[in-house]
């Protein structure tokens, strides 16, 4: 029994210290686009992995704030011989991170938050995602709280099908008046959902049967080859 208590207890501070790992890079490269973290347990030690919109903003001028990041994380935190990476998001629009991030900086900057919200749902839309939930909760308008939803496309907002197809960022936005939340969810491009299926005709079942007899047949004369 103690040695399962001892088991969890490492699990939980585990993952307790790869929170503190995010927030710290989270707030020390949040101009570079921060978008996610990765955290792997490789047999030379634990590779951390910042996926940012700008890289270079990462590293810095001959690598000086990533080898300071770097010497950070071994000092204060612990994890087995750290190596810091940055990798570049592909496609920024489609991070719901950097997206919340975004949103957080226009209201900052003084956009009407109908405006923020739904330039960028549909700017997420637009760059193939298949659906869009963007959340700005808080003072909006005057000193009573709400929250303001902008819908688009296909989305899930529970269960099982939300936590594998939906990716979630948040941010905060700090105005005059208080702090204004703001959530972004992002239903992946492609997602394909448990409920849909394909209806094939005859003719189709007919011509995949045939191209697949054609494929097996190639296959020993390309491996003879």
Known sequence: MAGKRSTIRTIVNRNVERHLVKEFLMANTKR???GALDIRRTPQGTEVTVHAE???MVIGRKGKIINELQKRLNEEFDLENPRL???EI???TLNAQVMAEK??????RGWYYRRAGHSAAQNIMDAGARGVIVTVAGKLTGSRNRTQKFILGHVKYCGETALQHMDVGYSV???KLGTIGCTVAI???GTRLPHEINIFSNEDLRIQAEQAEQASAAAPKEAAK
Request: net charge positive; aromatic share 4%; proline share 8%.
């Open 54 to 56: 700008r890289p270079g």
């Open 32 to 34: 570079s686009g921060f």
């Open 85 to 87: 990476k940055v990798e």
């Open 103 to 108: 949103i957080a900086s226009a209201l900052e």
């Open 187 to 189: 239903m992946r491009p």
């Open 173 to 175: 936005a700090v105005k």
């Open 90 to 92: 592909e496609k920024a």
